[in-house]
């Protein structure tokens, strides 16, 4: 059963770091477009980072370049938050396109990437 499963969730201080891990079952990695979204309630999802076949990054939101660093191997994606904000307060998702070797859309779409995984907490507070 393919399947995205995310850890690394947690609280942390402003200008702490984490990092979530996406792990695949039944599923390459690198050898398509992965995505990070985030969502807060009462927002829609929004894309943070995706990279495509070859483990090229494909796109990072203006708000975490510079941050955020995103990196898959064959079978986990990686998304390493670094000098956290409070406003990265959110749940955090992966997802992959269910087609390989295509390239990732100019950004990320929760239509195209439509393998998900269960999303992980990431809450910055003082």
């Known amino acids: 059963q393919v399947q995205l499963v995310q850890s690394g969730g947690g609280s942390v201080k402003p200008g702490g770091s984490l990092t979530l891990s996406c792990e695949a079952s039944?599923?390459?990695?690198?050898?398509?477009?992965v995505g990070w979204f985030r969502q807060v309630p009462g927002k829609e999802r929004e894309p943070v980072t995706a990279?495509?076949?070859?483990?090229?990054v494909a796109f990072y939101d203006n708000s975490v370049k510079g941050r955020f660093i995103v990196s898959t191997n064959d079978t986990t994606s990686y998304l390493q938050m670094n000098s956290l904000k409070l406003e990265d307060t959110a749940m955090y998702y992966c997802?992959?396109?269910?087609?390989?070797?295509?390239?990732?859309?100019?950004?990320?779409?929760?239509?195209?990437?439509?393998?998900w995984g269960q999303g992980a907490q990431v809450t910055v507070s003082s």
């Open positions: 997802a992959a396109d269910p087609s390989p070797w295509r390239d990732c859309p100019p950004i990320p779409s929760i239509s195209r990437l439509s393998v």
């Open positions: 990279v495509e076949t070859g483990r090229i």
């Open positions: 039944d599923l390459t990695l690198w050898n398509r477009c």
